[in-house]
C-alpha cells in the first residue's frame, strides 16, 4: 500500500508538472489560434479543480492497472503499460479529431507528447511499486 | 500470443466499439452535443473526417485487444471487463479535464465518461472471452 501511494503521488506530479509545462507553456500559441474551442482564462482557473480531479483520476487507474497486471516487471513493465494506454488514447483522439474541430498540429502535439508523458508515468510507476511478493523471500 | 484468437478478439471489439459509439455518443448524446455546435464540426465537414474516426476505432480496439492480451494471458470475461472498467477510468480523466478548459456542459461530460466506462468494460469482457491462448495447443 505505501508503495501504491508513493507510486501514485510521484506519477501525479509529474503528470501536473509535465501537464502545465506542456499546455501552460508550450503549446499556448497553438491553443490561441482556436479560442471559440477553449474557456476564458479565467473560467478554467475557477474550474481548475476537475484539471486536479481529472490527473489524479489518470494517474490512479493507471497504478491500479499496473498493479494488479503488470506489478514485477518493472521499468519495462510499467514502460510497455504506458504506450499501449496512451496509443490507444492517440486512437480515441482520432476520434475527436474527426467530430471536433482542433487543428491537426494539436492533434500532433498532444500524441506525440501524450506517448511521451505515459512512457515516463509508466517508468516512475514501474521503478518505485513493487510486489509483496518480490519483497518477501 | 494465439494470433487467431487475438484477431478475432480485436474484430469483435472494432465492432463493438464502433456500434457502442455510434449509439451512445451519436445517438443517445445526439441532443447534448448540439447544445455545444461551435465545438463541433458541421455535417458536411464531419462526413469528409468520417476516415479518422474509423481509423481511431481501428487504432483503439487493436492497441486495447493487446493490452487485454498482455493483461489477461489466460482468458476471462471479468478479468477483462475489470481491465476495461479501469481504462475506461484513465480515459475519463482527460474528459475531466476536457470539462476544465473546453466549454462543455456537465451533462456532456458525465455522459462521456459513463459512455467510456461501459464501452471499455463490455470490450474487455468480449476480448477475454473470445482471446484464449490455449486454445491452440504448441508444444
Not at chain 2, 475519463?92 to 471499455?120: D, E, M, N, R, Y
Amino acid at each position: 500500500m505505501k508503495k501504491f501511494i508513493l507510486a501514485f503521488i510521484a506519477a501525479y506530479i509529474f503528470l501536473f508538472v509535465w501537464g502545465w509545462l506542456l499546455n501552460g507553456v508550450l503549446l499556448k500559441d497553438v491553443y490561441a489560434e482556436t479560442p471559440n474551442l477553449w474557456r476564458p482564462q479565467s473560467e478554467m482557473m475557477s474550474l481548475f479543480h476537475w484539471i486536479l480531479l481529472g490527473q489524479a483520476l489518470i494517474v490512479f487507474a493507471f497504478v491500479m492497472i499496473y498493479v494488479s497486471g503488470f506489478a514485477g516487471g518493472g521499468v519495462i513493465a510499467g514502460v510497455r503499460l504506458g504506450i499501449l494506454l496512451e496509443i490507444a488514447a492517440i486512437g480515441m483522439r482520432l476520434g475527436f479529431y474527426a467530430v471536433q474541430p482542433i487543428p491537426g498540429k494539436l492533434l500532433l502535439y498532444g500524441s506525440m507528447s501524450g506517448l511521451i508523458e505515459m512512457i515516463i508515468v509508466g517508468a516512475i510507476v514501474g521503478a518505485i511499486y513493487k510486489p509483496a511478493a518480490t519483497q518477501t523471500p | 500470443m494465439n494470433w487467431t484468437r487475438f484477431f478475432i478478439a480485436f474484430i469483435a471489439a472494432f465492432i463493438f466499439l464502433f456500434v457502442f459509439g455510434f449509439l451512445w455518443y451519436g445517438t443517445l448524446m445526439q441532443g447534448a452535443h448540439h447544445e455545444v455546435p461551435t465545438l463541433l464540426r458541421p455535417e458536411a465537414d464531419f462526413k469528409s473526417y468520417f476516415g479518422w474516426l474509423i481509423l481511431g476505432h481501428i487504432v483503439m480496439a487493436f492497441f486495447f485487444t493487446l493490452l487485454c492480451a498482455r493483461y489477461v494471458p489466460t482468458g476471462c470475461p471479468g478479468a477483462g471487463a475489470l481491465l476495461g472498467t479501469l481504462v475506461g477510468l484513465v480515459y475519463a480523466g482527460p474528459h475531466l479535464i476536457s470539462f476544465a478548459v473546453q466549454p462543455l456542459t456537465a451533462k456532456i461530460v458525465s455522459g462521456w465518461i459513463v459512455g467510456a466506462v461501459i464501452q471499455f468494460a463490455v470490450a474487455g469482457a468480449i476480448i477475454g472471452a473470445i482471446y484464449k491462448p490455449g486454445a491452440r495447443k504448441t508444444t
